[in-house]
């Protein structure tokens, strides 16, 4: 390999930074042989060049076709859960408040409706959630069987006061 690299100085070639001095590309002048009647073979720079990197590309393994394994859902008894109490208390907020749920239905498949989570223009889903509480009490009815609500009106009270 080769490296060449240039630079524009007005110091003298002698006063910058060399790397490596590479020897002159001429040939040495040759020395006085006497006079002979057959020619001696001179030895002469020739550049040969260097043949170029061929990869070699080795086999690769190939996958093995294999039958895709088909899942099979199966029912597992298990015992039917108690159904959650009218309104309850789920865990408190940072400050302590209560956080509050409404059950409306007397499934086991349950539908989380949650209004506020945090202020601002999602107020009015808190107000819309407690319309809903209030017209499934009243109308139970209307909700299928199996099917439950559980509404929370307001999911982070402290962001809301």
Same mark, same amino acid.
């Given at each position: 390999?080769?490296?060449?690299?240039?630079?524009?100085?007005?110091?003298?070639?002698?006063?910058?930074?060399?790397?490596?001095?590479?020897?002159?590309?001429?040939?040495?002048?040759?020395?006085?042989?006497?006079? *002979?009647? +057959?020619?001696?073979?001179?030895? &002469?720079?020739?550049?040969?060049? %260097?043949? /170029?990197? !061929? #990869? $070699? =590309?080795? @086999?690769?393994? *190939?996958? +093995?076709?294999?039958?895709?394994? &088909?899942?099979?859902?199966?029912? %597992?008894? /298990?015992? !039917? #859960? $108690? =159904?959650? @109490?009218?309104?309850?208390?789920?865990?408190?907020?940072?400050?302590?408040?209560?956080?509050?749920?409404?059950?409306?239905?007397?499934?086991?498949?349950?539908?989380?409706?949650?209004?506020?989570?945090?202020?601002?223009?999602?107020?009015?889903?808190?107000?819309?959630?407690?319309?809903?509480?209030?017209?499934?009490?009243?109308?139970?009815?209307?909700?299928?069987?199996?099917?439950?609500?559980?509404?929370?009106?307001?999911?982070?009270?402290?962001?809301?006061?």
């Amino acid at each position: 390999m080769l490296f060449l690299a240039a630079c524009t100085s007005t110091e003298p070639p002698d006063v910058l930074p060399t790397l490596a001095i590479l020897p002159s590309p001429t040939p040495a002048p040759a020395s006085p042989l006497p006079p *002979t009647s +057959t020619p001696s073979p001179v030895p &002469t720079a020739t550049i040969t060049p %260097t043949p /170029s990197h !061929t #990869p $070699t =590309l080795r @086999p690769t393994a *190939t996958a +093995t076709a294999t039958a895709t394994p &088909t899942l099979r859902l199966s029912l %597992t008894p /298990s015992i !039917t #859960p $108690t =159904l959650l @109490p009218d309104v309850f208390v789920f865990g408190q907020s940072v400050v302590g408040r209560d956080l509050l749920a409404y059950r409306v239905g007397w499934g086991s498949n349950l539908i989380f409706v949650i209004g506020g989570i945090h202020t601002g223009f999602e107020a009015n889903t808190v107000d819309l959630v407690e319309a809903m509480i209030d017209h499934y009490r009243r109308n139970a009815g209307e909700i299928q069987n199996g099917l439950s609500f559980v509404f929370i009106p307001l999911l982070n009270p402290d962001g809301y006061t």
